[in-house]
């Protein structure tokens, strides 16, 4: 069992930035692989970025190529998802997401809330 708990949600103004955190705790592997995802109101859920813990170059969603980043302090078992440069679109409950051997499974947050608007 893994656990994920999200934070760092919140309002902020157009052009603006967040950085969101994942904590990562329980059976975790010394190998997987973390994901976020963000889900808009009244639409479906979307991925946005992706690390792969095995030497992978991180992926990054269209939408949000050029202005996200995607970092983690291994010390703590934090993921940090940074946003710059946020628009209205970026308004969504964003999620963290963990898949580990075998891969048969994934884990999720429950989600923070990120509101942009002036």
């Known amino acids: 069992q893994v656990y994920l708990q999200e934070s760092g949600g919140g309002l902020v103004q157009p052009g603006g930035s967040l950085r969101l955190s994942c904590t990562v705790s329980?059976?975790?592997?010394?190998?997987?692989?973390i994901s976020w995802y963000r889900q808009p109101p009244g639409k479906e859920r979307k991925l946005v970025a992706r690390?792969?813990?095995?030497?992978?170059?991180?992926y990054y969603s269209d939408f949000v190529q050029g202005r996200f980043a995607i970092s983690r302090d291994s010390a703590k078992n934090v993921e940090y998802l940074q946003m710059n440069d946020l628009t209205p679109e970026d308004t969504a409950v964003y999620f963290c997401n963990l898949q580990q051997p075998p891969w048969t499974s994934e884990f999720w947050g429950q989600g923070t809330q990120v509101l942009v608007s002036a």
């Open positions: 329980g059976r975790t592997s010394t190998s997987y692989i």
């Open positions: 690390a792969d813990t095995i030497a992978g170059d991180p």
